[in-house]
């Protein structure tokens, strides 16, 4: 019975170390101890952990991976943003809690991270937090659909996946294409599409 928590682990591990907007960790979660019947809250536990460590990863090669990919330019421009989210403190930090409690993919928030070069100490503790209730909550939600499976097969295709989806896109693309120094420092919305080596 050991390895259906395995699986839960390196599921949810998988799906976090991508750097792509990939279903959320806690989909694999709810999937898993539904057709494992499993511990409820071993599946929380062991899935959130498995989330945990996958955008850990996640922060430790995406500087390698974007600067073989990106322009220094664009690097240096999400390094500035990060700088700046480090000035701010406790605020920063309360802002990547509220961000991993909301319904959001957080791959754009560990891109950014990561590409800022912040050390992931600065950004696990508040995603950890907001990881565990969001997650706790998102299980006990689809426990509770899986009484009710053809709720839950309309749902896997709904607007909300769509547009969860969509936002995770648009999320990278601002990170990605917005000249974020000359807007912090200039005040001055700009766009950079010339961003590839």
Do not use: C, H
Request: charged fraction near 15%; aromatic fraction near 14%.
């Amino acid at each position: 019975m050991w390895w259906q928590y395995a699986l839960v682990f390196i599921g949810a591990l998988l799906v976090d170390v991508v750097p792509l907007p990939l279903p959320p960790a806690f989909t694999v979660m709810v999937f898993l101890q539904i057709v494992y019947d499993l511990n409820i809250w071993a599946v929380i536990g062991i899935g959130v952990a498995g989330s945990i460590l996958g955008r850990y990863i996640l922060t430790l090669y995406i500087p390698k991976l974007s600067g073989k990919m990106f322009k220094p330019a664009k690097n240096e421009d999400v390094q500035f943003l990060g700088e700046k989210m480090k000035e701010k403190g406790w605020k920063s930090q309360g802002l990547i809690l509220l961000y991993s409690l909301l319904p959001l993919p957080t791959t754009p928030l560990f891109i950014a991270g990561g590409m800022a070069k912040m050390k992931p100490i600065y950004i696990i503790p508040p995603f950890i937090i907001g990881k565990l209730i969001s997650d706790m909550v998102a299980v006990l939600l689809g426990k509770y659909a899986a009484e009710n499976v053809n709720g839950l097969m309309d749902g896997l295709v709904s607007w909300k996946s769509i547009s969860g989806f969509a936002i995770g896109i648009f999320l990278i693309f601002v990170l990605l294409f917005v000249d974020w120094r000359t807007l912090l420092q200039k005040k001055k919305f700009t766009l950079k599409f010339t961003i590839m080596k």
